[in-house]
């Protein structure tokens, strides 16, 4: 475990030497790193998956994933919550000489929470569309990538939120494929609103 340890504290401080070396790059890794840029381009992204398609059959799909994935993003916090109620990890930023580039959060620092919410939300998206689940992993994983390089997490905190969220999403799919037909109704009540097709 203490080898573990070792190699992701050196992996951290190999990635965020970057860190405090370019002003543009340094703002490049805070717009990513930083809890709003990614989260409201994920929000956006669900509203697209919503409306945007011009099939009724593709719209229908869309709104089925986005019910999915909102449950997916419940789900991965509660687990998150959960795990860190036995388990508490140390920031890099107390722990090793990192260049903080953003605010010190002070919850654990595994598994990531972010990383947990984004993946679930991505991998849940990525098993009912392809096309669109690509372009939510990859804010996933530039997100989380520069989360290592601001110094807030270690590169094992951001694979166990990877798993988090895999696990999650696999976990939600199951779910709603069973309860297919409670869903097709909740859908049908949102169209007497106009916010479902």
Same mark, same amino acid.
């Given at each position: 475990?203490?080898?573990?340890?070792?190699?992701?504290?050196?992996?951290?401080?190999?990635?965020?030497?970057?860190?405090?070396?370019?002003?543009?790059?340094?703002?490049?890794?805070?717009?990513?790193?930083?809890?709003?840029?990614?989260?409201?381009?994920?929000?956006?992204?669900?509203?697209?998956?919503?409306?945007?398609?011009?099939?009724?059959? %593709?719209? $229908?799909?869309?709104?089925? /994933?986005? *019910?999915?994935? +909102? @449950? =997916?993003?419940?789900?991965?916090?509660?687990?998150?919550?959960?795990?860190?109620?036995?388990?508490?990890?140390?920031?890099?930023?107390?722990?090793?000489?990192?260049?903080?580039?953003?605010?010190?959060?002070?919850?654990?620092?595994?598994?990531?929470?972010?990383?947990?919410?984004?993946?679930?939300?991505?991998?849940?998206?990525?098993? %009912?569309? $392809?096309?669109?689940?690509? /372009?939510? *992993?990859?804010? +996933? @994983? =530039?997100?989380?990538?520069?989360?290592?390089?601001?110094?807030?997490?270690?590169?094992?905190?951001?694979?166990?939120?990877?798993?988090?969220?895999?696990?999650?999403?696999?976990?939600?799919?199951?779910?709603?494929?069973?309860?297919?037909?409670?869903?097709?109704?909740?859908?049908?009540?949102?169209?007497?609103?106009?916010?479902?097709?």
């Amino acid at each position: 475990m203490e080898t573990l340890i070792r190699i992701d504290q050196s992996l951290t401080l190999f990635l965020n030497h970057v860190a405090g070396r370019l002003g543009f790059i340094d703002e490049v890794i805070k717009g990513l790193a930083n809890d709003y840029f990614i989260m409201v381009g994920g929000a956006l992204g669900l509203f697209f998956l919503w409306f945007g398609s011009r099939q009724r059959e %593709g719209r $229908r799909t869309g709104q089925e /994933i986005v *019910l999915q994935a +909102a @449950a =997916a993003i419940g789900l991965t916090t509660l687990t998150v919550y959960l795990v860190n109620i036995f388990f508490y990890r140390t920031r890099p930023f107390d722990e090793i000489a990192v260049n903080a580039l953003l605010y010190q959060p002070t919850d654990s620092s595994f598994p990531a929470n972010s990383a947990s919410v984004l993946f679930g939300l991505a991998f849940t998206i990525w098993l %009912g569309n $392809r096309k669109y689940g690509r /372009i939510f *992993l990859t804010g +996933a @994983a =530039a997100h989380s990538v520069a989360r290592v390089i601001a110094g807030m997490h270690y590169p094992g905190d951001i694979a166990g939120g990877m798993m988090v969220g895999l696990a999650i999403a696999f976990f939600t799919r199951l779910v709603f494929k069973m309860l297919k037909p409670f869903i097709k109704h909740i859908l049908s009540l949102g169209k007497i609103f106009y916010l479902a097709d």
